[in-house]
Each structure stands twice: as structure tokens, then as C-alpha cells.
């Protein structure tokens, strides 16, 4: 009650308290409760529109009606189940990778000089001036069997034959990698450039060589650059579409082309609807756990 006192005591604070809260209330929930609405509905009663209806009244009489057949397809087909496995597979290993690869690269941005951080902070952000699908697409380009790297290695002796790099699970993780990088590496800089770098001087003074430095005061500090890192990639790519579909091959299904399919080829609004709402709990439901976590650690400090 203090809370919301104070609020209206100050309106420009709950403009700006109140304003990000609109826009994710518009934004994620009421088409995450419209999705879910859809995926209790019963479409083949014909009632309700092209949508369904969960509650009728009848005569003074209130029905609710909800199918959860829906879910127990879910639970019961194995195909799901290999699709959430896989998804939650490539997530994470494209998450690692993404780690790997632009761990070394912020800090690198970070301890470069002060005038060359913004050259490498536009070169880190110029693949965003140009269209996502645009860049995957040149990838078919780089990887097939007549493209750029087999051409190469043909050329320099590396091979004598095209390798079959194309629609397999390389290609899926190289366009994913390459897709979702920039994304780790940017909550990296933003974390190890704020770093103090007296805990790295009070470390090699009392005889720690730079190996042991970096792990025990360098990563410990940037823990939470790397959280919100693997964040930013894992859950845009459980989810992701167009890279499995122009990269990937068939053994590479992915819940979004699984998405696709129930949604415009099968045209199964509610399954779909579904479908959706599971991997949306996949996510959440660990990320509340997470930070439910990490807010009881901060309490006790």
C-alpha cells in the first residue's frame, strides 16, 4: 500500500515505472493469454467463431468448456518430445559456443584503449544494419557443395572432393552461432568494461599468474555479463525458425518449424496454440526459479 501511495504521490515515477510495464502487458501478455485461450478451445464444435469459445450461457446456465486433449497429444507423442530435446539441445550448445568464441572477444574490447573501444563495439554491431534473413540466406551460398569454402579448399588442395556441409547439423550450429553472437558478446563488453581492474593488480601482487587471475577474480566478476549472455542466446534459439529451416536438415527438427507446420500446414490452430504455450512454461519456468534464486542469495549478503 506504501508502494502505491508513493506512486501516485510521484507521477513521474510511475510513468516510467508503469510505462515498461504497458508495453510488456501488450507486448507478451495478452497475446500469451490469447494463445493460451486458443489451445483449450474446441474447434470442431463449430461454436464461437473461427476461434472457439471456452464459456457459454445457455438458458441462465454457465458452461465452461476447456480441452486439455491438446496437452495429452503433447505428453503422449514422441515426436514433441524429440523436438523439445533437440531444440533445448542446439539452444545450448549454440549458447556454449556463443560463450567460447565471445568471451575472449569482450574482453578483449574491454582492455583495448579507449579510443579503439567504439571501432570494435560498430564492428560487433554491423551485422544489424543488414537483414537477418539476408545474412543466413549467404550462408547457403558459403556452404554448398558449389560454394565459396568447398571452391576454396578445392583450389588449395584441401580436398578433391565437395564436402557435404550443407542442411546437416554443422551448418545449423555455424548459422546459429553466427546469428546469436553478437548477443553474448555485448553483455560481456558492458559487464568486463565496468570491471576494476585493482582486484587483477592485488591478484598478480600476491603471486597469482594471469591463468589463474582469469579464472578465480576475472570470470567470478563477469558472472552476471555471462548469465545475461546465455539468456539472450539460449531462449531466442529454443524457439528459432528461419536458420533451421534454410540451414538445418531433416535429422535437425526444431519446435519452430514444428510450429510452422501445425500453424499453416496443418492447420491446427489449438495444437499449435499449445505447442506454443509449453515451450513458452520451458523458458519461463526456469528463469523465475533462477532469479527467485539469485534474489535470496542477494537478501543474505
Not at 221 to 226: A, P, R, Y
Not at 272 to 279: D, E, F, P, Q, Y
Request: hydrophobic share 55%.
Amino acid at each position: 500500500m506504501n508502494s502505491l501511495k508513493n506512486l501516485f504521490k510521484n507521477p513521474g515515477r510511475a510513468v516510467v515505472i508503469g510505462v515498461p510495464f504497458l508495453w510488456l502487458a501488450f507486448a507478451f501478455l495478452i497475446p500469451f493469454l490469447i494463445v493460451l485461450r486458443i489451445s483449450f478451445v474446441d474447434l470442431d464444435s463449430g461454436d464461437g467463431g473461427p476461434f472457439g469459445t471456452l464459456v457459454t450461457l445457455v438458458d441462465g446456465v454457465l458452461t465452461l468448456k476447456i480441452k486439455v486433449a491438446n496437452y495429452l497429444y503433447i505428453a503422449q507423442d514422441e515426436l514433441y518430445a524429440i523436438t523439445y530435446l533437440n531444440s533445448l539441445k542446439f539452444a545450448g550448445i549454440t549458447a556454449a559456443l556463443c560463450l567460447i568464441i565471445g568471451y575472449p572477444f569482450a574482453y578483449f574490447m574491454a582492455r583495448a584503449k579507449p579510443a579503439a573501444r567504439p571501432v570494435l563495439l560498430m564492428m560487433v554491431m554491423m551485422p544489424f544494419w543488414t537483414s537477418f534473413l539476408l545474412r543466413i540466406y549467404a550462408w547457403k551460398g558459403i556452404l554448398a557443395n558449389n560454394g565459396i569454402l568447398n571452391s576454396f579448399l578445392i583450389d588449395v588442395g584441401v580436398i578433391t572432393e565437395p564436402l557435404h556441409l550443407m542442411n546437416t547439423q554443422f551448418s545449423l550450429l555455424i548459422g546459429m552461432v553466427y546469428a546469436y553472437l553478437p548477443f553474448m558478446i555485448l553483455p560481456l563488453y558492458a559487464n568486463l568494461v565496468k570491471m576494476d581492474v585493482r582486484f587483477i593488480e592485488a591478484a598478480a601482487d600476491l603471486g597469482a599468474t594471469p591463468w589463474q587471475t582469469f579464472w578465480r577474480v576475472t570470470v567470478p566478476l563477469s558472472k552476471s555479463g555471462i548469465i545475461a549472455g546465455t539468456m539472450l542466446v539460449f531462449i531466442p534459439a529454443v524457439g528459432e525458425y528461419v536458420i533451421p529451416e534454410l540451414l538445418g536438415g531433416p535429422e535437425t527438427l526444431m519446435i519452430g518449424r514444428q510450429l510452422w507446420d501445425e500453424f499453416f500446414t496443418n492447420n491446427d490452430w489449438p495444437l499449435a496454440s499449445a505447442v506454443t504455450v509449453v515451450v513458452i512454461l520451458f523458458i519461463l519456468v526456469p528463469m523465475a526459479i533462477f532469479n527467485k534464486y539469485k534474489a535470496d542469495q542477494e537478501a543474505r549478503k
